[in-house]
């Protein structure tokens, strides 16, 4: 190419592959591409043809989102989505009135009811603490639980729910948990008679919006900012392991779980944290196997038994036998603790990879399958 320098920041330009995202039968679909791509990250992108030759040049422009972080945020932009929804503005901007329309017909496809014709709509913000209630033709009330990176906690989906009964008891309730990053789990957030809104559900909501002539930019930058998350999850897919970062990771434990019933979550620790996954062993009740981002622990509980070191010493020796036997590739760790959980044996090369060096899940659920 004839410029090697990025003409947004001056740094060097490197070949590198982008990606982007679109919608195909209501499937998200990630689209990967050569590109020239600024080495310091300052947001410049030259898209390259098979003849190295560029095909469009994008600066990324600055995006509201990127500031606007807070669950609050958020719970305006729900809001503000959610009005346009009203009749009255059906001629100011069709295709926002359209896809408001979507987005709410999506929270009753949820709870597996068909949406009706919009005729009011009410919206509250903090009602009861719940972070948004939307009141639809008088006798819906959905109400939306905002999470970023927080999760729910004690009782407090019950609680919006009974302030609402008691508000209108009359109200048909849609209860909503509405997640932008992602969690292990929404077992309690079901248990509450809540439905999980996840990115993966509004991505389609915001793309159809935007192939339907949606111009609005504070709904554009909503769109990239969620498209921007959701190819940091999935990255997993086109980056060596090497370069992951804990987006990755969580993109590659969610993936791992569709053939394991594990949990994973950030475990903080004085080195920095890691990313864990972890779940039941075929090894034995007493043990469990974790992984560490690139490495694979099997742990025990020791609790507060007297002789921990005892114990650590006959389930590593039994492990290891097991290991010997099944050639499972487990190892003594370097070093060895006497807390309450504890490592006794470990793998660093679990991970399977395919031909172009990305990993293969699949391959890599099958194997973990065998601890």
Known sequence: MENETCPKCGSELVEDAWEDLSLQNSNIII?????????????????????????????????LFTYATRELSQDAFLCWLMAWADPVFQKTDAPLHRAAINFISAIFNKHAQDAPEIETIKIKRQHEDLDVLAIINQNYAILIEDKIKTKNHSRQLYRYREAIEKYNPDLIQLPIYYKTYDQSHYRSVIKAGYAPFTRKDMLPVLIQGKEDDVTNPIFLDYLRHLKKLELAVSAYLTKPVSEWDGRCWEGFYQALQKDIDGNWKYVHNKSGGFQAFWWSSNLGDEFYPQLEQDKLCIKIKAGNSDNKRQLRKERMKQVLQLSDEKELNLKRPSRLGTGKTMTFAENSDYMQFKADGMVDVEGTAEWLKRY
């Open 31 to 63: 689209d990967t591409y050569p590109a020239y791509v600024c080495k310091n990250h300052c947001g410049y992108v030259e898209k390259i043809n098979s003849t190295n030759e560029s095909l469009h040049d994008h600066v990324e422009k600055p995006n």
